[in-house]
């Protein structure tokens, strides 16, 4: 498969969503994916009228999308702590090292041992030590 499953939803969903439109009415359209799969949540005839008054146009970005899909459809935005996207984000890395290490050449986990060592002694120099404690992950 040329591409993750995760991926191969969100086309799916763009296609329910989008799959009436033609080649003239992508050509209006965003080209990343990201913003497509925010587009598809919309109805034809919504995303007609905002084509036709440009609101949606090539240059729409996803920061967009969201607040313009948020809006038409009565949902605030979920605004995450920073905090809270550290931990999100820190814990994706984490699942994606773990997925990926167990096939990683003996150089490639230098480098990573390398670049998180690089990092955490930036982390280390930016501030007050760290006085949690240590969460390790076991594989079962």
């Not at 969100?10 to 050509?27: E, P, R, S």
């Not at 919309?42 to 729409?60: G, S, Y």
Request: a positive charge; hydrophobic letters at 45%; aromatic letters at 6%.
């Amino acid at each position: 498969m040329p591409f993750a499953k995760r991926t191969g939803y969100a086309l799916l969903k763009i296609n329910g969503g989008l799959g009436w439109a033609n080649v003239q009415t992508f050509a209006h359209l965003p080209a990343g994916w990201s913003i497509l799969l925010e587009l598809a949540k919309l109805d034809r005839a919504t995303m007609e009228r905002l084509i036709q008054e440009e609101f949606v146009k090539p240059t729409l970005t996803l920061s967009e999308a969201k607040k313009l899909v948020a809006q038409l459809l009565g949902k605030t935005q979920k605004k995450m702590s920073r905090g809270t996207k550290l931990r999100d984000r820190l814990r994706r890395f984490e699942d994606f090292l773990l997925a990926i290490l167990p096939n990683c050449s003996p150089a490639e986990k230098q480098l990573v041992r390398a670049t998180l060592g690089r990092l955490l002694e930036q982390i280390g120099a930016a501030g007050e030590p760290d006085r949690s404690p240590i969460l390790i992950k076991v594989a079962a």
